[in-house]
């Protein structure tokens, strides 16, 4: 299986040697390329042990047939067997019942399954055993077809150069090996790199998820059967899902200029022209009968090397050199306690930050909320800030107790914010003041919105403190109404020393409630207003006012206690026969579990029942929504688009086998 390929001898360097080095002596490749590499003493692994569809001869057409409506009717059929996750809309979409499919047997005996005009691989059997596994168009259109497997965009060229995916190039986030799940030999995983939604290759486990915990998560991992840019993705129109996908690797979703610099000048995209003979990074694949050997691997070398150079992004990666014309104003000082504004706007960001999206990776968190929290007309450039580094800022951040954090796979990552710090407050105010929603967030769909507000509630001994504003006994309170009505009780007391709004003394209301005995403050003390604020707002009672708007009409809803999201949970009722989508903590929003069931059955021709969620105490008197089938993909979008609900607060699970 391992023998050496037979090279003339002046064959230009195979893809094996520098996509797959083995460790071992230094020697020259005893195929003829005439490199000196790395390599095993048994020589230079062939790539026909990964990817089923790199060479021309894998993929050469032998026969080709039409199939009839019967067979149709079994290949969906089976989809919806081997398939769980794929949904009845899905798979009408991808496969209609009176749909022209065409079967094509290739020389490797892979059945490739090709659907429409032009024909597109939707789905192949890789032995002609009944076994069917997406590609990857299929996997870019169905969102959560196959559990993934993550990885390091340093890793995917292995993969894209058709390695089998090894179970230390794994990247996990905060809850480990567990957010994989469990697995058994032979299911089938896509690979995807966390960074980016879109899958590049798919293919069998080759063992147990048992068997990967007992050997420490070392050894193979995925079998690479199909990637991104090999000859089966070559047989549809060659399209990518966004320009972070290039032949050589996979970047980051959004990372242009990592995209453009990761393929130099002669980077290809299939489909959309090509590149110079001399330097291209792949041979044209127009004709479907390229041979994986025509890569130029001195250009993928010099591409390895240029990628030390790579800066991490810790600035604005939304800044691009095409701005080069209007220089950015640098971040400097930008309130009256000096703090620089890519502090300010990072806390700023933490205060809108709902929890449900933490545990949340630095860079990720810079990148898609502190960036788009910037005021207009400026820019945040970390290096030119006093911190120089993300990491020196999130360390300042967790001196301060605003959060804490903790390297999870050699990634700061932010795990908890303290709500009640002095800064999470003033930001969280500021916010209020500028017209921002107080609390976690607002979403908008076809006709509806959403927002949420998060409102305090006094105690009966701080009462006092709000008695200058006039509201009754359950009154509820913003944070920046909080704020008010504290300094509002400072100046009627004259706790304020001189013109100065920093700090206040210290009455025996504030004394007694704040603070406990075994602490030194006393009345007649000098304390930080900050201070003191988060301290009463420790001690309120929170609540959350939900205002939904649907058809022009408004309705309000507030609940006491923490927000909890929408549960979206699809069960398996008979061991993989029959499946039943549950919806609940439809009374977290004031939602009508009764009235979305009648607009399931008659928008998504879904039917539905209402019962009492036993899961909730006797006296609770909440609702869950059940369906049969799978419909988690269409419930969750369906809850976005005619409710409004944001994403952040909608928790979709599929606990399928």
């Known amino acids: 299986r391992l023998a050496t390929p037979a090279l003339p001898p002046a064959a230009a360097p195979c893809v094996p040697c520098v996509l797959l080095p083995r460790q071992g002596e230094g020697r020259a490749h005893e195929g003829g390329c005439g490199l000196s590499l790395a390599v095993s003493k048994r020589g230079c692994r062939s790539v026909a042990g990964g990817t089923m569809f790199r060479k021309a001869s894998q993929a050469e057409e032998k026969s080709r047939n039409k199939l009839g409506g019967g067979d149709v009717k079994k290949l969906r059929s089976e989809l919806a067997k081997q398939l769980p996750a794929l949904s009845s809309s899905a798979l009408d979409r991808l496969v209609p019942k009176k749909a022209d499919v065409t079967v094509v047997k290739c020389a490797n005996k892979a059945l490739v399954y090709l659907v429409g005009e032009p024909a597109q691989p939707i789905f192949f059997d890789p032995d002609g055993r009944g076994g069917l596994f997406p590609t990857v168009y299929v996997l870019w259109e169905v969102e959560g077809l196959l559990p993934s497997m993550p990885t390091h965009s340093e890793v995917s060229p292995r993969v894209l150069g058709g390695a089998d995916f090894m179970l230390p190039g794994l990247k996990l986030g905060v809850r480990g090996a567990a957010q994989l799940g469990e697995w058994e030999r032979g299911d089938k995983r896509c690979i995807t790199i966390p960074e980016n939604p879109y899958p590049f290759a798919v293919g069998p486990t080759q063992g147990s998820s048992e068997e990967a915990q007992e050997n420490n998560l070392k050894g193979k991992g995925i079998k690479t059967l199909h990637t991104y840019g090999d000859l089966l993705w070559a047989m549809g129109d060659k399209s990518r899902p966004s320009a972070s996908f290039t032949p050589e690797r996979i970047f980051p979703e959004g990372d242009d200029d990592g995209a453009a610099g990761g393929g130099g000048d002669d980077g290809i995209v ?3 022209g090509s590149a110079d003979e001399g330097e291209g990074a792949a041979a044209d694949n127009s004709d479907g009968g390229a041979e994986i050997e025509e890569f130029n691997v001195s250009v993928f070398a010099k591409k390895k090397k240029k990628k030390k150079k790579k800066v991490v992004v810790e600035s604005s990666s939304s800044e691009s050199e095409s701005e080069e014309d209007e220089p950015a104003k640098p971040s400097g000082p930008a309130d009256e306690d000096g703090r620089d504004m890519c502090e300010v706007v990072f806390v700023r960001a933490l205060a809108a930050l709902p929890d449900v999206e933490l545990p949340v990776v630095v860079s990720q968190f810079w990148s898609s909320k502190v960036l788009p929290a910037r005021p207009e007309g400026t820019s945040l450039d970390i290096k030119a800030s006093p911190f120089k580094k993300l990491a020196k800022l999130l360390k300042t951040l967790e001196k301060k107790k605003i959060l804490k954090s903790k390297m999870v796979r050699k990634e700061d990552t932010i795990i908890a914010v303290d709500r009640s710090h002095a800064d999470i407050l003033r930001a969280t105010t500021v916010a209020a003041s500028d017209g921002g929603a107080c609390g976690k967030g607002k979403g908008k769909g076809s006709g509806a919105e959403v927002n949420v507000e998060e409102l305090y509630k006094p105690t009966s001994n701080l ?98 206690g923490k927000l909890e999201p929408v549960n979206v949970t699809v069960v398996d009722r008979e061991k993989g026969r029959k499946y039943t989508t549950k919806i609940t903590n439809l009374e977290s929003f ?32 909440a609702l869950e929504v059940s369906m049969q089938g799978n419909n988690l993909e269409e419930v969750t979008s369906f809850l976005r688009k005619e409710y409004g609900l944001p994403a952040a607060f909608i928790k979709g699970a599929n606990k399928c086998k």
Request: net charge negative.
């Open 590 to 621: 004031g939602i009508d579990a009764q009235a979305l069931a009648v607009d399931l059955k008659s928008k998504l021709s879904i039917g539905a029942s209402v019962a009492k969620d036993v899961h909730k105490s006797k006296d609770d008197d």
């Open 270 to 272: 299939f489909g959309e």
């Open 463 to 560: 009462r006092p403190i709000f008695e200058a504003q006039g509201a009754g006994r359950d009154a509820l309170f913003s944070a920046a109404q909080v704020r008010a009505s504290l300094i509002e009780y400072a100046e009627d007391g004259g706790l304020f020393d001189g013109a100065a709004r920093h700090t206040l003394t210290l009455d025996q209301t504030l004394a007694k409630e704040l603070y406990g005995k075994k602490e030194p403050q006393s009345a007649g003390d000098e304390e930080d207003v900050d201070a003191l604020l988060a301290r009463v707002m420790g001690k309120l009672k929170l609540h959350h006012r939900v205002s939904m708007t649907r058809d022009g009409e408004t309705s309000e809803h507030t609940r006491k």
